[in-house]
């Protein structure tokens, strides 16, 4: 853990070097942030909860992309069928077993693990580039394997799941979508920072950085990287299961490479290594669309391309990861950890050299 | 079940197809073995090649040769001007961050794409003033004469590219790059001069592949998955090999068809995956490929 960002506080024992919270100040912005967020959706827009919704969502995903990219360094193309899975299992055992969600939230965590092992077995011969290729070409095959089942039982359009109820409570309104979404958000974010925090946390950061130094001190090499995939496309499948509640509706198109891209540039954009960045690369990621229709109605230009909307928005997309990529490469948490730093060594610049 | 096919037309169709496939996997293997970058962006910047065509017929109106001439030279330079454009910030960064580069990139030329042609589709061929005629070849095959056109460009594109890696100095250079950049650099090799015509030569060949596949079947918004489909071919071959990109076309082509025509036409698009996931099951550096790159620490 890094030293504490104020003056005064001085750590006198281990438990203190892990805490996620040291200082008084950290404690009290949390707090504050937790009763912001307690009070939001009763303020808030039914848009704004919407937008609040989808960022939630979509962050138990991002964390777990970047605990595999950004803290295990593998790299993967295929989290998109993964949600697909997760959506999938949840629309299948629905349609034709009427399951309810205590049971497809379950079994889409199974189909999960068992996913992270598939995907995860290219990783122990395979680095860099070919396992980007082969998590690729996985994700088609279990696109594919939903789209089948869409064109062989006949939901050309897909597949329409009705919103989950848990003893007898039916979660339809958005504000409960909210309470759930955001406690699932927090447990998420605070089973990452464990995991990081513990034992596994740092074997994935020792094969991060060299896997033959890893091996020799230890480290199962193999066990860590397996744990990596399993751990990651677990929570995926299950942020893909919690999205097909949400929306009530699953189909294999939703699920194309450019949404595996958005999750690989909240990674990117947020800052690869930190959860804090990616948490900033979601809500860049999920506000970036309304960003880009709020820029064309201001710039007057709404009408005219209103029906190819989506490639303004790819293309914008493009350009701005394209600038993060070669101009920032440490993303939105690098400039957030820049403007702390402008504070805190004010009025020096920068860190004295052989500190 | 489909009538039985005859097996010349079938023979035909998996050269048409391999012969496609080969054209776009030169353009991967060209990148990726000067420069170490694995270009996912090709799809795209072949549908660029061909909608270049559908510009240059429609501004050179009345003279197709020299429209043709200018979509390839248009071709050439949209390469040269990529590279210098954006690839060149990423040379020396990681493979990560040069992969998303090329990713964004796709990104960006296919929104771009969208916004200044529109959605529909277009036949440059019509608007070049020329005809795609069926062939018959002997008594039971047939061949459109712009897939023969397409055999014939891969077969003079494939002889040219070997016999220019080999005798020619840029050539050398290229294949030096390739081998030990720092080595190559310090015997006086301009390495962005170098990557910069292997970005060019490459746009260059996938416009001529998507020039092709326009003047067949149309420019539509979906080409560039065929440059994906496109990429186990270059895979199985070896990502550094242009010979085993020939060799891997002709596997995953047969592949496809006989899928295709045996099994169920809707697999025409995860084969190429099927395909690509034995390789790196069986044989992860391909066929043809350099082995150094898995085992390195």
């Not at chain 1, 205590?102 to 580039?129: E, K, N």
Request: net charge positive.
């Amino acid at each position: 853990m890094s030293l504490p960002k104020a003056s005064g506080y001085f750590r006198t024992r281990y438990e203190d070097d892990a805490a996620l919270l040291d200082t008084r100040w950290r404690c009290g912005a949390f707090a504050c942030l937790l009763f912001a967020m307690a009070v939001f959706p009763f303020v808030a827009s039914q848009f704004a909860l919407d937008l609040a919704n989808q960022i939630f969502l979509t962050a138990i995903g991002a964390v777990a992309l970047m605990l595999l990219t950004g803290y295990a360094g593998q790299i993967s193309l295929g989290h998109a069928g993964l949600l697909a899975a997760g959506a999938f299992t949840a629309g299948i055992l629905y349609r034709e077993l009427s399951a309810p969600i205590w049971i497809t939230l379950p079994a889409a965590a199974s189909v999960g693990a068992a996913l992270g092992f598939i995907f995860g077995l290219p990783s122990l011969r395979l680095r860099g580039l070919y396992l980007a290729v082969s998590t690729l070409a996985l994700h088609f095959l279990v696109v594919h394997v939903g789209q089948e089942y869409e064109t062989r039982r006949g939901y050309s359009t897909g597949v329409v799941i009705d919103p989950p109820s848990v003893a007898g409570f039916t979660l339809a309104d958005a504000r409960a979508w909210y309470a759930v979404l955001l406690a699932t958000c927090i447990a998420t974010v605070l089973f990452a920072l464990n995991l990081l925090r513990a034992r596994t946390g740092r074997a994935w950061r020792a094969i991060h950085g060299r896997e033959a130094v890893a091996e020799a001190l230890g480290i199962d090499v193999r066990w860590a990287k397996l744990t990596a995939f399993v751990v990651s496309c677990t929570m995926t499948t299950v942020a893909g299961c919690l999205f097909a509640y949400y929306r009530g509706f699953v189909s294999a198109e939703a699920f194309s490479l450019f949404v595996t891209i958005q999750y690989v540039a909240t990674v990117i954009v947020g800052g690869v290594g930190s959860i804090l960045g990616a948490l900033l690369g979601t809500v860049f990621v999920v506000l970036f669309p309304y960003g880009i229709e709020a820029a064309m109605g201001a710039l007057g230009l709404t009408e005219r391309l209103a029906s190819i909307a989506f490639a303004v928005n790819y293309a914008a997309f493009g350009v701005v990861m394209l600038l993060f990529l070669a101009f920032e490469p440490q993303g939105l948490a690098g400039i957030w950890r820049r403007v702390q730093n402008w504070f805190l060594l004010w009025p020096f610049r920068q860190r004295p050299t052989g500190r | 079940m489909p009538p039985d096919p005859d097996p010349v037309q079938l023979a035909v169709n998996v050269l048409v197809l391999a012969s496609l496939y080969a054209l776009i996997s030169c353009g991967y293997v060209l990148i990726y073995r000067v420069s170490r970058v694995l270009s996912l962006a090709h799809g795209e910047l072949m549908m660029l090649g061909a909608y270049g065509l559908a510009v240059c017929a429609s501004l050179f109106s009345g003279h197709p040769l020299l429209a043709l001439a200018m979509s390839l030279v248009l071709a050439l330079t949209s390469g040269l001007a990529v590279y210098g454009a954006l690839m060149w910030r990423m040379t020396g960064e990681s493979v990560l961050a040069a992969v998303l580069a090329t990713i964004a990139l796709g990104i960006l030329l296919r929104g771009a794409m969208i916004l200044a042609f529109g959605t529909q589709t277009l036949y440059p061929l019509s608007a070049l003033g020329w005809t795609n005629p069926s062939i018959p070849l002997g008594d039971s095959a047939r061949i459109s004469a712009a897939s023969l056109a397409l055999v014939a460009s891969t077969a003079v594109v494939y002889g040219a590219l070997f016999v220019g890696l080999r005798r020619t100095r840029w050539g050398v250079r290229m294949r030096a790059a390739g081998q030990n950049p720092l080595l190559a650099a310090q015997r006086g090799i301009r390495l962005h001069a170098v990557y910069a015509l292997a970005w060019a030569l490459a746009t260059f060949t996938g416009g001529v592949a998507g020039m092709l596949i326009a003047c067949d079947a149309g420019i539509e918004a979906t080409m560039a998955i065929i440059g994906l489909k496109a990429f186990p071919a270059a895979l199985v071959g070896g990502l550094d090999s242009l010979a085993g990109a020939l060799v891997g076309a002709a596997i995953v082509a047969i592949a496809e068809v006989l899928m295709i025509h045996f099994v169920d036409p809707l697999l025409s698009d995860v084969v190429p995956f099927f395909v690509l996931l034995a390789a790196l099951a069986l044989r992860p550096w391909g066929l043809f490929g350099t082995r150094e790159e898995l085992d390195r620490v």
